[in-house]
């Protein structure tokens, strides 16, 4: 166990619909990173947040949005879905944003997109 | 922009045995980092090992060793006396140790090797 955790661990939905997927990083961790793993384009850097702050942004679609909040839990937002939409999305920690940190996986929100 | 290629889609090993993991980068940088992650059938992703650019040394966590070639720009992943346990899907991933580089703390991930192991 990472100690990050993510829910929900699945979600089904139809497209054009709208989901958030929620993460909490491991205690005393600072940066969220958010990733998606799809089966055509493997797994893709989206986002990352340090302290509340936006830090990087990677591949991540105008239609998804993110977020860490005071607690320093983020949110992933996802909006008029699409079938391609449908991958596993992966939360990932880390202390800070220091160049030695490493990152800690949650076990991820299986999301499917009918 | 740096790559990881993984060029095993499948490998196998009995179990006892001991397997090599092929993994190699393209980067112009001097400093950054290397991980393996295993993600097992549950897709948990698991950190491996981890290696320095700037280290010589070979990392090693018990029975998981890394051949860390810089200038071959080559990491692979050794694994000994393989147990039922280690079958999943193996990672390899950049990431990038500049400070000012926009993207710099986000890893860059190969296709993957799937292990089985054999009883």
């Known amino acids: 166990d990472s100690g990050v955790t993510q829910t929900p661990k699945h979600l089904i939905t139809a497209t054009g619909q709208r989901v958030t997927l929620r993460c909490s990083p491991r205690?005393?961790?600072?940066?969220v990173y958010w990733y998606q793993q799809s089966l055509d384009q493997g797994l893709q850097f989206l986002i990352q947040?340090?302290?509340?702050?936006?830090?990087a942004k990677g591949n991540i679609l105008e239609r998804f949005s993110a977020q860490q909040f005071p607690d320093l839990h983020s949110e992933l937002n996802l909006s008029s879905l699409e079938l391609g939409d449908s991958a596993l999305y992966f939360c990932a920690s880390s202390v800070s944003d220091a160049r030695a940190d490493t990152q800690y996986f949650g076990p991820g929100t299986r999301l499917t997109v009918l | 922009a740096q790559t990881v290629t993984q060029s095993q889609p499948e490998m196998s090993v009995q179990e006892a045995e001991t397997v090599t993991l092929s993994c190699t980068y393209d980067t112009s940088e001097s400093d950054y980092y290397l991980f393996w992650y295993k993600q097992p059938p549950s897709r948990q992703m698991i950190l491996v090992i981890r290696?320095?650019?700037?280290k010589q040394q070979n990392a090693t966590e018990n029975r998981f060793s890394v051949n860390f070639q810089k200038a071959a720009k080559s990491f692979s992943l050794k694994i000994s006396d393989s147990q039922l346990g280690d079958a999943a899907m193996y990672f390899c991933a950049y990431r990038s140790g500049q400070v000012n580089a926009g993207n710099n703390r986000k890893l860059i991930w190969g296709l993957g090797t799937s292990l089985a192991v054999n009883p």
């Open positions: 290696q320095e650019a700037y």
């Open positions: 947040y340090y302290n509340g702050e936006e830090r």
């Open positions: 205690s005393g961790d600072l940066s």
